[in-house]
């Protein structure tokens, strides 16, 4: 799986967007980019995926660049609530016949601190 | 709608004591993953399974067994605690695939906290 790069950590004002960068200038045609976020003391929970198109759900929206080399998480309005650890991470896709199933790398992700 | 849930949520064990962690999902997912995180080292994986009755080795299996007699329950045990399995615990859950290739996200419980003395 393809390593990506993220900054140590960010801030944001309450009521902002947060846009929250990844570099994977490695990633290649069948790995999606995922986000992943951990507040204190509890799991990772699933933000979003992609593959080359952008995507947009109701926590937030994903954009790739063209040649996917880099993406960009955008939380729309912050809260205070989303101060968390944010993990970009790139995976293959299984398919029948492969070994990767669905394993998961964490780097050390972007701390994300909104304030008032 | 409960999601993936493990218990307990705490354990204090001796050294060379055994126990069982067990995780729990009702989203009916065919893979099922246990992953480990210390300070400053991520999340790791330990062991995964890709349906019932069958499991597979992660990065960091040593010193751990797992089993998977049922489809929505995934055990994890240490027959023999050691200090150095002080650690935080995941257990995580995702359907297998779609259209022939897997995207799908792995959703994960809230994490047994693991104390070895």
């Known amino acids: 799986d393809a390593k990506t790069t993220q900054p140590p950590s960010m801030d944001c004002a309450e009521g902002r967007a947060a846009n929250l960068p990844c570099n994977h200038s490695?990633?290649?045609?069948?790995?999606?980019v995922y986000w992943y976020r951990q507040i204190h003391s509890q799991g990772p929970q699933y933000i979003i995926h992609g593959l080359k198109n952008n995507e947009t759900n109701e926590m937030a929206s994903l954009i790739i660049t063209e040649d996917r080399k880099s993406s960009t998480l955008i939380l729309p309005h912050a809260t205070l609530r989303d101060t968390a650890v944010y993990y970009c991470i790139v995976r293959v896709g299984t398919h029948a016949g492969g070994t990767s199933y669905g394993k998961l790398t964490f780097g050390q992700g972007t701390i994300l601190t909104v304030h008032p | 709608n409960a999601g993936v849930t493990q218990t307990p949520k705490f354990r204090v064990l001796k050294t060379g004591q055994s126990m069982t962690l067990l995780c729990a999902q009702d989203m009916n997912h065919e893979y099922m993953y246990w992953y480990r995180q210390d300070p400053g080292m991520g999340l790791r994986l330990i062991h995964y399974s890709v349906g019932e009755g069958t499991t597979a080795k992660g990065e960091v299996p040593d010193g751990y067994n797992v089993s998977r007699l049922k489809k929505q329950n995934f055990l994890l045990g240490l027959e023999s605690a050691a200090p150095s399995q002080t650690s935080v615990y995941f257990c995580?859950?995702?359907?297998?695939?779609?259209?022939?290739?897997?995207?799908?996200?792995?959703?994960f419980g809230d994490g047994t906290r693991l104390s070895i003395l």
């Open positions: 490695t990633i290649s045609g069948n790995e999606y």
């Open positions: 995580a859950s995702s359907y297998a695939r779609t259209g022939g290739r897997s995207n799908q996200p792995q959703h």
